[in-house]
């Protein structure tokens, strides 16, 4: 049986965007991006929010964002790295008919995010240190919402694909 929708979640870098896209096209489902969506409605990029916003006034959107998603048909979601750390929207993925946690280690995040300036979170002294903080805080909320888990270190993309469409036919 198929899913109805699939998620994507895990942390800034794990490849939520690239593994979503293609696995859409392989499902022949629609694929949508949690922050390109916010964007998109506000006209802003997701740093400009922050910093007007700051990162309440952005949760909040992207809280608004994931409760319509969640509701559609034959989607494939890229969440937002940060979309475990309100309870609310826990709940709403843990409801969700597939959700898929993409984990990747330290060194794999660091080389994926290192020369990406649209990333507030990591706009700082020490990205490692700031990286491992942020999966202290939210692997374990990752690991609680998701039904699949799937290791991206050393895996190509077209291979993680493989992986989630066999988890999904299991």
């Known amino acids: 049986m198929k899913a109805r929708n699939v998620l994507l979640v895990g942390p800034m870098g ?63 979601l890229a969440t937002g790295g940060g979309i475990v750390l309100r309870e609310d929207n826990r709940s709403l993925l843990a409801a969700a008919d597939a959700v898929v946690y993409l984990r990747a280690g330290v060194e794999q995040l660091l080389a994926r995010t290192s020369k990406d300036k649209k990333r507030p979170l990591l706009q700082v002294d020490d990205p490692r240190a700031k990286i491992l903080s942020l999966l202290e805080e939210r692997a374990p909320l990752y690991e609680s919402v998701a039904d699949y888990c799937i290791d991206t270190d050393g895996l190509n993309p077209k291979s993680t694909v493989q992986s989630i469409l066999k988890l999904l036919q299991a």
């Open 14 to 76: 794990a490849g939520k965007s690239t593994i979503g896209r293609l696995l859409a096209a392989k499902l022949c489902y629609e694929f949508v991006d949690t922050d390109h969506v916010i964007e998109d409605k506000t006209g802003a990029d997701i740093a400009w929010i922050f910093d007007v916003e700051g990162e309440q006034g952005f949760r909040e959107r992207e809280h608004q964002c994931l409760k319509d998603l969640v509701a559609q048909h034959n989607v494939v």
